[in-house]
């Protein structure tokens, strides 16, 4: 009998503040910044279609910088690795390493429309820094790693977070999209079911029983995000998936991540969110240690995963990363693979298709 999983609601009409200081916003609800929409190299986009309407069930993923981007979709939105620190800032990566970041987030926190979930790779101030800790609600719901929500409730803090779901690798949880009546006369709800998938931080040998021991550099989740529907008929154990993206976070490319195409049985990831920047510590200056993907792992785990699509992010924001965008490019191109990979500056968003309303 399979395991029963979790079920996490989304309610974008019943939203949990993001911020402990509410921002106010009187007269409109706060947009995103979009620069650019940039859609499939080689399908028409939502606005090419001769019927451009919520029908045509669009998804879009924003990119912020860093690992910080916000899946929408639905009216539901998840943030991913909140990182809003700015050019100039440092963040603290383990025993006597530091961080100087390079680049600005696209939009600040408090500038941020209403979200509904934080989905957290690993606890690391790259991913999760001090101004975000510092400043989100302790009620906001986080999904991350048993480690991540052990440091995040931990009463030794003195404002534990309240709200944090912890998911293990393959561990699974459903979150049904609250939808308003009249736009569900179909009969199909949608909903996210979210999948905790391998990664690394620390090669494997005597580094990582080092590491296990120091706790320097702290465990991470890939994630696998299947958006899809399920009927009045059907339980929400079962996601008719429409569409599949899958989030590397910071690993390096190694074997268990070779379970992940096995675990799909054959099914396709339609989009690949893949973290690069060949993150080195203690730094760049000092390269001893890579806990990142640089090019050319992020081209291999293209042709491991052989997903429709990927875009890179987390590859030029603190200067631990010496392995940046042009690095992946050049293997890209090497590959052959110009057309499976689609490139977004901070600001931009990428708009997708979801099959099955």
């Not at 931990?154 to 690798?169: I, M, Y």
Request: net charge negative.
């Amino acid at each position: 009998m399979s395991k029963m999983m979790p079920t996490l609601e989304l309610n974008p009409h019943k939203r949990i503040p993001l911020l402990k200081i509410k921002t106010h916003h009187p007269d409109h609800e706060p947009q995103l910044p979009i620069s650019d929409t940039k859609s499939h190299p080689t399908r028409p986009s939502a606005s090419d279609l001769p019927d451009p309407s919520p029908s045509n069930n669009t998804g879009t993923i924003y990119f912020i910088g860093t690992a910080t981007t916000i899946l929408s979709w639905h009216g539901a939105r998840i943030l991913t690795d909140p990182n809003f620190l700015h050019a100039g800032d440092h963040v603290h990566l383990g025993p006597g390493v530091t961080s100087e970041r390079l680049t600005d987030p696209a939009v600040d926190i408090n500038a941020l429309p209403p979200l509904d979930y934080i989905l957290l790779s690993h606890y690391h101030e790259d991913h999760f820094d001090r101004l975000v800790e510092d400043s989100l609600s302790r009620q906001f719901p986080i999904i991350s790693t048993p480690h991540a929500k052990s440091c995040l409730t931990s009463p030794s803090k003195p404002e534990p977070f309240q709200n944090v779901t912890a998911l293990d690798f393959f561990d699974s949880l459903i979150m049904p999209i609250v939808q308003p009546t009249s736009t569900n006369s179909n009969g199909k709800t949608p909903q996210i079911k979210v999948t905790a998938m391998p990664g690394k931080h620390v090669p494997p040998g005597p580094l990582a029983v080092a590491n296990d021991l120091l706790g320097a550099v702290p465990p991470t989740n890939g994630w696998l995000l299947e958006l899809g529907y399920t009927t009045s008929s059907e339980t929400a154990q079962n996601t008719q998936v429409g569409y599949r993206i899958y989030i590397s976070g910071d690993t390096l490319l190694i074997d268990e991540l070779k379970q992940i195409p096995q675990w799909l049985h054959g099914e396709k990831i339609d989009l690949m969110l893949v973290h690069l920047g060949g993150t080195t510590i203690p730094g760049a200056k000092m390269p001893l240690l890579m806990v990142t993907m640089d090019g050319v792992q992020g081209v291999k785990l293209m042709k491991m995963m052989k997903p429709d699509i990927t875009i890179p992010i987390h590859y030029d924001d603190y200067d631990v990363m010496v392995s940046g965008l042009d690095d992946f490019k050049k293997e890209v191109n090497g590959a052959g693979l110009q057309d499976k990979v689609v490139y977004l500056d901070r600001g931009e968003e990428y708009q997708f298709q979801v099959r099955g309303l």
